[in-house]
């Protein structure tokens, strides 16, 4: 069994903030990077944020200084902490790593950032 289950996305004021959790049964989660992308109606997915095994981080420039990914590979969990969240971050926040032969999604937990 090979699964990603996000949790913790919402509704939330603009200004506001939430961590999302990634929660992997994946083996050997450790050695490998784990990625946040996020898909709005009617648009693209898009790469938000990618962590390395080694914890270097990456990050879209739309998120940059608002949004921080980390991970525990203890719990084999990434996580994506949002703050400042504006409403063009309302959107489908998934949870992704690649592996050599195919990719792996998570199912996806929704953010909605509105007054």
């Known amino acids: 069994q090979v699964q990603l289950v996000e949790s913790g996305g919402g509704l939330v004021q603009p200004g506001g903030s939430l961590r999302l959790s990634c929660a992997a049964s994946?083996?050997?989660?450790?050695?490998?990077?784990m990625d946040w992308y996020r898909q709005a109606p009617g648009k693209q997915r898009e790469l938000v944020a990618t962590?390395?095994?080694?914890?270097?981080?990456n990050y879209a420039d739309s998120v940059k200084g608002r949004f921080t990914i980390s991970r525990d590979n203890a719990k084999n969990t990434v996580y994506l902490q949002m703050n400042s969240l504006k409403p063009e971050d309302t959107a489908v926040y998934y949870c992704h790593t690649q592996r050599p032969t195919r990719d792996y999604w998570g199912q996806g937990t929704q953010v909605t950032v509105s007054s």
């Open positions: 994946i083996s050997i989660f450790s050695i490998y990077a």
């Open positions: 962590i390395t095994s080694a914890g270097s981080t």
